[in-house]
């Protein structure tokens, strides 16, 4: 476990705190396993050797593993009942308080048994990785929490996974030469 004097105004994410705590008080509730993952993930990352993040992000995405649909419409009422609104993604949810956007990405069970679900809902996501991601997490230390992330090597395949979902909504193109 990374242990450090890291403080969430270092990260340089405007209301990451109350967004974290507030993710990590209704996981708790429900024993979900979760882990932080994307920008975030990797400004922690940097942070735990003593290098502050460039840049803050106006997101917050979380990886949650659940069972069934009904966990998820749990953990999506309870963040409703805390100010959040979903919005037309199934997995995303928007704060008026915070301005922000979180992103609750299920996995486990859950992308077996009702794959079909999200595909009604028109979002197609790759899990693969996400469970074994959680199992090598790596707990950081700030302030007062301690936020799971992805070791190097699981933010690098899932950063892959990511961008090869839904490519046509990516506003960069990656080009090799």
Known sequence: MSRSNQTYK????????????????????????????????????????????????????????????????????????????????????????????IDVLPFGLIEEQLKEHFVERYVDLHFIGFKEVLEEAVKVHIEDKIANIPPLAGMIILKLLAWSDRPENRETTLQIL
Not at 38 to 63: C, M, Q, V, W, Y
């Open 10 to 101: 270092e990260l340089s994410i405007p209301f990451f705190k109350e967004t974290f705590d507030c993710i990590d008080e209704i996981m708790n509730a429900h024993n979900i396993p979760y882990y932080l993952i994307g920008a975030n993930a990797i400004a922690l990352e940097l942070l735990k050797h003593g290098i502050k993040p460039s840049r803050g992000t106006r997101d917050i995405d979380f990886a949650i593993m659940i069972s069934n649909m009904e966990e998820y419409e749990k953990i999506n009422n309870d963040l409703i009942d805390k100010g959040f609104k979903k919005t037309n993604e199934p997995y995303r949810f928007y704060s008026d308080n915070y301005n922000l956007v």
